[in-house]
Each structure stands twice: as C-alpha cells, then as structure tokens.
C-alpha cells in the first residue's frame, strides 16, 4: 500500500512538474509578445510625442508673443491717454485764448465806439472848426 501512495505522490510530483514547465513556457511567451506591443506602441508613440512637444513649443511661442503684445498694446493705451491729455490741455488753453480774445475784441470795440462818440460830439459842438 506504502507503494501506491508513493506512486500516487510522485504521480502527482510528474504532474505538477509538467504543468509549472507548461506554464513557464506559456509564460515566456506571454511575456515576448508584451515586449513586443511594448515596442510596438513605443513606436508608434514616438511622433506623437514629438508632435506634441512642438505643438507644446509653439504654444508657448504664442503665449510669450501675446504677453509681448499685450504689453505694447498697454503702452500704446497709455501713450494715447497722454495724447488725449495733451489735446485737452490745448483745447483748453485755446479755448481759454478765445475766450480772452473775444472779450478784449468787445473792449477794443466799446474804446472805438465811445471814442468816436467823443470826437462827433466834440466836432459837432465847436462847429467843425479849431480855435
């Protein structure tokens, strides 16, 4: 009886060698075709990631042109405030001139106006003539 349990154990020792060889081999294989869709998909990632790193090179080409760009038009807004500031100041300076203008206009022309009332009134009084 010690014999067939012994022929059973190492029955059963056969067995299980040759199902860990069948599963080495299987494992070996399974694990060659993964390296294989490892390279694969390395090889068909790789102009991708080449795209996109470009892609990420042009965006932050554009970014930092908008940031230049922003900053110009920024001082563009500031120098064309100082601009409008500078045409506010003429107009007012202008403005003020005509103001001033127009009353020494109406001074000069009240002067005028009283003085040849003076001198009609003075000429027509004595006669037209000197003495």
């Not at 067995?15 to 081999?25: E, K, Q, R, S, T």
Request: with cysteine.
């Amino acid at each position: 009886m010690n014999n067939i349990f012994l022929g059973i154990i190492t029955l059963a020792a056969v067995v299980l060698v040759v199902y860990v060889v069948y599963m080495i081999l299987n494992l070996k294989r399974t694990i060659a075709s993964l390296e294989r869709f490892v390279e694969t998909t390395e090889t068909s990632l790789r102009p991708a990631l080449e795209e996109l790193q470009a892609t990420l090179k042009s965006v932050r080409k554009i970014t930092d042109d908008v940031g230049t760009l922003t900053d110009d038009i920024r001082y563009l807004s500031g120098s064309v405030r100082s601009v409008g500031e500078a045409v506010e100041q003429v107009s007012y300076a202008v403005k003020s001139a005509a103001q001033a203008s127009v009353g020494e206009t109406r001074g000069l022309k009240a002067g005028i106006k009283a003085g040849i009332g003076y001198f009609l009134r003075n000429v027509c009084a004595r006669g037209g003539t000197r003495q």
